[in-house]
């Protein structure tokens, strides 16, 4: 079984488009994070969410807003895609804030 | 501004050498640190956490140096399997952030 998994592994979309990624952890994990890896494969948090509450929010366009509807899940939608979006978006859980993180396979963006 | 640095490689060391990388934090409220492994096209995988007082696990030694800011790893009798990204982390006290360095390449040749 897959502790941590992503839909969609692959997702190319055109610029200005609307695109959601799915994440869903059966660890039992309290919490949940969005990270963003470039091209330079630089891996940088972009939300967190404990026990379906919003903890970080880094400097992150509002195009992207991310939704916790139970702690298993956690997506992210992102409005009005422009190139500089296309990354590989991982998404990850621990137990708590404070323990070690575990992440999914990731969904590699390509805008064009 | 919390950074952490690592030296990106890459690193290309003969099967059964022993290899170390450093990461160096600035932040010196950092209360937990990782070292994670990400092969080509792959999630980072974590390899181990760090400890005060070190830790061991096989052939990967992991130490922190809390006085000059950095953590290592130690890799001995390197295989070829162990050809991958190191990625260090650090973790401030009571935060949720993981700071991830950029990585250090290591390919391990025949």
């Known amino acids: 079984d897959t502790a941590v998994s992503q839909t969609p592994k692959y997702l190319v979309t055109q610029m200005g488009n609307d695109k959601s990624i799915k994440c869903e952890q059966n660890l039992g994990h309290d919490t949940m994070y969005w990270y963003k890896q470039d091209s330079k494969k630089f891996l940088k948090i972009m939300f967190s969410?404990?026990?379906?509450?919003?903890?970080i929010n880094e400097t992150v366009p509002n195009r992207f807003s991310p939704k916790s509807p139970d702690k298993a899940h956690l997506n992210l939608h992102i409005n009005s895609l422009e190139l500089g979006d296309s990354a590989v978006y991982f998404c990850?859980?621990?137990?708590?804030?404070?323990?070690?993180?575990?992440f999914g396979p990731g969904t590699r963006l390509t805008v064009t | 501004r919390k950074e952490v640095e690592q030296d990106p490689g890459p690193f290309n060391v003969p099967e059964g050498a022993t290899v170390a990388f450093n990461c160096t934090y600035s932040?010196?409220?950092?209360?937990?640190f990782f070292w994670y492994r990400q092969d080509c096209r792959k999630e980072p995988k974590l390899l181990m956490s760090v400890y005060s007082s070190g830790n061991e696990d096989g052939r990967f030694t992991a130490q922190l140096n809390r006085a000059s800011q950095y953590i290592s790893l130690l890799i001995r009798d390197s295989k070829l399997s162990d050809s991958a990204t190191y990625l260090c982390?650090?973790?401030?006290?009571?935060?949720?952030?993981?700071?991830f360095g950029k990585g250090t390449k290591l390919s391990v040749i025949p």
């Open positions: 969410y404990n026990n379906k509450e919003l903890i």
């Open positions: 990850a859980s621990s137990q708590n804030g404070l323990a070690e993180q575990y």
């Open positions: 932040n010196s409220a950092s209360q937990s």
């Open positions: 982390a650090e973790q401030g006290a009571g935060s949720y952030q993981l700071t």
